[in-house]
């Protein structure tokens, strides 16, 4: 439509016979627009639905996000009309310009009839320049594109604009982009009293009279529907290619996006990861046991096996397989992915419609991963199966992440240090004791090493991890001849052990195994345990 600054008197001294046509068309212009503009609004768009799509969420935009789309133009932004979250879309808005020359007079969203559509008005430098303006989708979730379904548009406004005699033909066309990246055209809708001259991807008029502005005359009315998935759409305005344009400045439609449809899918994602919370496999070691010292490898390591994925410091792992199960039968399978390397390393997403499910609302994430598979990641940090607490309304599930680490970066340290004795000693922590991981000499302040002596020993255990090692029981096999290539045999003996820790049973003058009650070894701690045996024996061992 052609909107003009000025009025002026389209009469002059010329005869009739020469202007005929052009008053003839004038004058029914006129008598059209003094019919009421409200008998002539506009008429839903027939494609605006989801029919014949099982189980698919509809939505439209709302005016919020017309008006978010346009304040951030060749920007991504979330919408709010996603039919309750159904719908994790996200949509940018991009302009193009045929020719540098063409002024970008408006772009504004408005409310009419409680329709909200976008107004664009251009000053084209010549018959032949267009604008293209282009819709975007993305899954706000995964941020990939998205494609939705029966995706409906509108314009309004598309005439000719025979107003002093500019010759200016609307034509508008969609065009959409499919999942093969191909484009594609739209399907015209039937809108009943359109006077509107179509054909399969183009929209342009027959009627010889400007629509009123900004009133969605139904008369100027263009519908339609794209036949499948797109990931964008593109809305191109310009001219029919009538070659007599005397003025094309000034030239507006309104359009809208009436309707997308998409079936919801359930998101399931997270990351199988190495909580080494950063030390290096090189520096890693299952022996050391300063979690204290500034300068050893295990100090200050707040996220080293802490059971949670702290990118900043840890990567991914491959080789592991995940699955979305059927938490009461972890062999019901409704997804699977096996971790793979790159960019990507150790992530996973499962994608899938609630049909999927049977039914099933108990669903779980189990984490696996066979022994042999380089490199080895033996020990868990995290439990291998989650619970995701699935709900029909929810539709997002990150961060299940799975923790594992190397054998040298295990939680538990075990010291095992003696001191040989008299056995005369009351006090298994008493000072004159030379605990030690050194082996045993029977020079310095060792007493004489033969048959008949002691031997105490000091059991250190250091939980390296941040988090409690639970059910944690010590076991230390007293040696015994022939077994292990002993050649003498140990047996308990006094002082007593410290009360209601070991429960293995033993009593002074036994061989067997030590072993304490089940307790739990709180994160960054250490617990030590004593005993003191005899070495060989002058009675006889049970």
Wanted: charged share 15%; net charge neutral.
């Amino acid at each position: 439509m052609y909107k003009a600054k000025t009025s002026s008197n389209i009469t002059n001294a010329f005869s009739f016979s020469k202007y005929q046509s052009q008053i003839l068309n004038f004058i029914g212009f006129i008598i059209l627009s003094l019919i009421s503009t409200s008998s002539f609004a506009f008429l839903a768009n027939p494609g605006a639905n989801c029919t014949g799509i099982t189980g698919a969420s509809q939505g439209s935009l709302t005016s919020a996000d017309y008006t978010k789309i346009l304040s951030s133009l060749d920007s991504f932004v979330d919408v709010e009309g996603n039919a309750a979250g159904s719908i994790p879309l996200q949509v940018k808005m991009s302009i193009v310009e045929s020719s540098a020359n063409t002024v970008a007079r408006t772009l504004r969203s408005s409310t009419i009839s409680d329709k909200t559509i976008i107004n664009v008005t251009r000053d084209f430098p010549n018959a032949a320049a267009s604008t293209d303006i282009t819709f975007e989708f993305r899954n706000s979730i995964t941020l990939q594109p998205i494609f939705l379904r029966n995706v409906a548009l509108s314009a309004f406004d598309i005439d000719y604009s025979n107003t002093y005699n500019t010759r200016f033909y609307d034509l508008i066309r969609f065009t959409g982009i499919n999942s093969a990246k191909a484009t594609i055209p739209s399907v015209q809708q039937t809108v009943e009293e359109s006077f509107l001259n179509t054909n399969q991807e183009s929209l342009f008029t027959r009627i010889d009279f400007n629509c009123p502005a900004n009133s969605l005359d139904k008369r100027c009315q263009g519908s339609v529907q794209f036949p499948e998935p797109v990931r964008s759409v593109t809305m191109t305005y310009t001219n029919t290619g009538f070659s007599s344009t005397t003025t094309t400045s000034l030239q507006e439609i309104d359009f809208s996006i009436d309707n997308y449809c998409y079936v919801p899918q359930y998101i399931f994602s997270g990351t199988v990861f190495d909580d080494n919370g950063g030390i290096p496999a090189g520096s890693a070691d299952k022996d050391n046991a300063d979690i204290m010292t500034p300068s050893s490898v295990y100090a200050n390591r707040s996220n080293y096996f802490n059971g949670l994925f702290n990118p900043s410091q840890e990567l991914g792992i491959s080789g592991s397989t995940v699955r979305l199960v059927n938490c009461a039968k972890t062999n019901t399978t409704y997804a699977q992915s096996v971790i793979g390397s790159g960019a990507t390393i150790g992530q996973y997403q499962f994608s899938v419609p609630i049909s999927t499910f049977d039914g099933i609302t108990n669903l779980c994430i189990v984490e696996e991963r066979a022994p042999t598979i380089f490199p080895f990641y033996p020990i868990r940090t995290t439990t291998d199966n989650l619970n995701t607490g699935f709900a029909a309304t929810k539709y997002n599930y990150p961060n299940n992440n799975f923790g594992r680490v190397i054998p040298a970066n295990a939680a538990l340290v075990l010291e095992k240090e003696q001191a040989p004795n008299n056995c005369n000693i009351t006090s298994l922590t008493d000072s004159s004791l030379k605990y030690s991981k050194s082996p045993l000499s029977s020079s310095g302040d060792n007493p004489d090493i033969r048959p008949g002596q002691c031997i105490a020993y000091r059991i250190t255990a250091t939980n390296r991890a941040n988090m409690p090692i639970d059910n944690f029981i010590m076991q230390d096999a007293l040696q015994k001849k022939d077994a292990n290539n002993a050649t003498v045999t140990s047996v308990l003996t006094s002082p007593a052990r410290e009360a209601n820790v070991f429960n293995d049973g033993l009593s002074n003058g036994q061989n067997g195994t030590i072993k304490t009650i089940s307790q739990t070894l709180p994160k960054r701690d250490k617990r030590l345990f004593y005993f003191n045996t005899k070495y060989g024996s002058t009675v006889n061992a049970q």
